[in-house]
């Protein structure tokens, strides 16, 4: 059988339409395969970016933890001349930003004044001893209340904290009168998982007798040191 001229013609044009099509149909397919596929990875790897950027457990822990600190410093005494200061301290941190201290620590009040008057004036006893040994009980509330990491010269990294102390205790030097009430501020840089370094400095108030006279007096205290924390591995 014999096709017309114009039949040829149009079954020629579809073929030719078949041809160039079937490719174009299949590059598309192709394409959106690979396009699935990286999708897919490009998915996995936003999820696993922002898991990696979450909330991560921090290195140095304070929580039921024991700390054990060793400090020395600076007395400022309001009423007698200023002096050493030595102690230690006991804090359990029942949370990462709350703890309870217990110090002792050891001075010596003197007073310069009176010894130049005594000098002067041999034959009047201001005071029985005007350098004697004190001793300083205190038990404090320590709120740890921002926190903060260092980078050293690009290598490791240091983190550190700002903390608030208020607390009470006993200044015994004989002539206090009463409870001394206290409050302050300090730092620690932690290192490693179980050492840090402290610095704090107290306000002590309190009432003092010298000379036959009350006076309410403001003695600060600085003091720096080192801290232990127990258990070891955090």
């Known amino acids: 059988?014999?096709?017309?001229?114009?039949?040829?013609?149009?079954?020629a044009f579809f073929a030719c339409l078949a041809f160039l099509a079937f490719p174009a149909t299949a590059h598309a397919q192709s394409s959106q395969?690979?396009?699935?596929?990286?999708?897919?990875?490009?998915?996995?790897?936003?999820?696993?970016g922002r898991h990696y950027r979450g909330v991560q457990?921090?290195?140095?822990?304070?929580?039921?933890?024991?700390?054990?600190?060793?400090?020395?410093?600076?007395?400022?005494?309001?009423?007698?001349?200023?002096?050493?200061?030595a102690g230690g301290a006991y804090t359990f941190h029942f949370s990462e930003d709350l703890g309870l201290?217990?110090?002792?620590?050891?001075t010596r009040f003197r007073t310069a004044v009176t010894d130049t008057y005594e000098r002067r004036y041999p034959q009047v006893q201001v005071e029985e001893?005007?350098?004697?040994?004190?001793?300083?009980?205190?038990?404090?509330?320590?709120?740890?209340?921002?926190?903060?990491?260092?980078?050293?010269?690009?290598?490791?990294?240091?983190?550190?904290?700002?903390?608030?102390?208020?607390?009470a205790g006993i200044t015994d030097d004989t002539t206090?009168?009463?409870?001394?009430g206290s409050f302050g501020f300090g730092t620690k840089w932690y290192f490693g998982k179980w050492f840090a370094l402290r610095l704090d400095v107290r306000d002590h108030i309190l009432k003092e007798s010298l000379i036959g006279e009350d006076h309410l007096v403001n003695d600060i205290l600085v003091t720096g040191g080192f801290s232990i924390f127990i258990p070891f591995g955090g």
């Open 101 to 106: 201290e217990a110090s002792v620590q050891f």
């Open 176 to 180: 206090a009168q009463g409870l001394t």
């Open 33 to 48: 395969a690979t396009s699935g596929c990286v999708d897919e990875e490009l998915k996995e790897e936003l999820v696993g």
């Open 129 to 167: 001893r005007t350098n004697k040994p004190g001793r300083l009980y205190f038990g404090h509330l320590v709120w740890s209340f921002a926190y903060g990491k260092l980078r050293w010269m690009g290598g490791g990294i240091s983190r550190f904290d700002f903390n608030a102390a208020l607390g």
């Open 1 to 11: 059988m014999r096709l017309a001229a114009p039949a040829l013609v149009f079954a």
């Open 57 to 85: 457990p921090r290195l140095f822990t304070k929580a039921f933890r024991h700390e054990l600190s060793g400090m020395g410093g600076y007395y400022a005494a309001d009423l007698y001349s200023s002096n050493w200061l």
